[in-house]
């Protein structure tokens, strides 16, 4: 077996709840400052203080995650997107990791982040508070085509308005999106093309496969994770073969023979808004701007030259 196919350690799963973190705007500021200029306005996009924080620890967990698993320095860690959005680390001289992939969600509380040293991996959190206070029968029409007619016979069958029917919703929707991420199409796939089946055709689990037009996937998985009882997380793995021409190409065969071996759940490690701020050099209670470790000087140019963060 290739040495890449025994990495566990390289299965990151990191989960961050930001929401006991209330930063002023000017501390915002300072973290935003951590990140290339050109990273800014994908946070500052936002205008809710509440997604500017998950934008803003979704990066600097990208960052943290090369740094950690390659040894790589934060500031020549170099992330670009795919024309359809998936971020992906640009190629690195004799990285100990060359088929590294990796994917972020965030919604309600938390920022996770998954990786995985040979397979595609995507990932999808969702909060069953922030999408909808409709009853379930009128949330689900806004979804009929979304879902299969098996896929909605399942969802329905925790009963009516049920707590667990819109557990099984949300279970759905997330190993939907973990599947479109990890693939890395973005919006242009249909959702309905893909059919998930809980293993051993259970009505409920934790591990899934999918149907793609019908037919089984078998080199895909899906791990399904209650972060706690209102977040359901899916974290899919798929053969480096179906990457998108659009994407990078660091796939080869022995990608394709790890990704076979490396069939396996890995919990999530719960990482304090604190720890990860610490880091960048950035202190809890001040954030401390005027002593960042990392790049100190063009970290300083920056900041005298734009405020990154105006007043909202
Ligand atoms: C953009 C999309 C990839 C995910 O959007 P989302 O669920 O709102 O957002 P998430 O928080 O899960 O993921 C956002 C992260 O995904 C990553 N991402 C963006 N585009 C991506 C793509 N094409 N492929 C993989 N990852 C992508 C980015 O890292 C982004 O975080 P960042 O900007 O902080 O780096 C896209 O699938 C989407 O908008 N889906 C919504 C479609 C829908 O209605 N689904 C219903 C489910 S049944």
Redesign the pocket.
């Known amino acids: 077996m290739n040495e890449v196919c025994s990495i566990a350690g390289d299965m990151v799963r990191w989960a961050v709840n930001t929401t006991q973190w209330i930063p002023t705007d000017e501390q915002l500021n300072c973290c935003l400052a951590v990140l290339p200029p050109s990273e800014w306005s994908?946070v500052l996009r936002f205008s809710s203080k509440d997604d500017r924080k998950?934008?803003l620890m979704?990066?600097l967990l990208?960052r943290k995650l090369f740094h950690d698993l390659l040894s790589i320095d934060y500031d020549s860690i170099r992330i670009e997107?795919?024309p359809?959005?998936?971020?992906y680390l640009v190629s690195v001289p004799n990285a100990r990791l060359p088929h590294l992939n990796f994917?972020?969600?965030?919604?309600g509380d938390y920022?996770v982040i998954v990786s995985d040293p040979v397979s595609l991996v995507?990932?999808?959190?969702i909060s069953r508070h922030s999408h909808s206070d409709l009853l379930p029968e009128k949330l689900f029409e806004n979804?009929t085509t979304?879902?299969t007619p098996f896929e909605w016979m399942i969802i329905r069958s925790g009963g009516p308005d049920s707590d667990s029917m819109l557990d099984q919703f949300y279970r759905?929707?997330?190993m939907?999106?973990a599947y479109?991420?990890?693939?890395?199409?973005?919006?242009g796939f249909e959702?309905h093309r893909a059919e998930f089946h809980y293993d051993k055709d259970m009505i409920w689990g934790d591990l899934a496969h999918v149907y793609i037009d019908g037919i089984v996937a078998t080199e895909w998985q899906f791990f399904l994770h209650k972060l706690d009882p209102e977040h359901w997380v899916c974290v899919a793995t798929g053969p480096p073969s179906v990457r998108p021409s659009s994407a990078p190409a660091v796939a080869n065969n022995d990608g394709e023979s790890c990704h076979r071996t490396v069939f396996q759940s890995r919990s999530f490690t719960f990482l304090r808004v604190e720890d990860v701020l610490k880091e960048f050099g950035l202190q809890a209670a001040s954030y401390d701007c005027g002593e960042y470790r990392i790049g100190a000087d063009s970290e300083n140019e920056r900041r005298e030259s734009t405020a990154p963060l105006s007043s909202s």
């Open positions: 994908s998950r934008a979704s990066r990208q997107r795919t359809t959005g998936k971020p994917n972020v969600s965030h919604d920022v995507g990932t999808d959190i979804f979304y879902f759905h929707w997330c939907k999106e479109v991420k990890a693939v890395g199409v973005g919006l959702l």
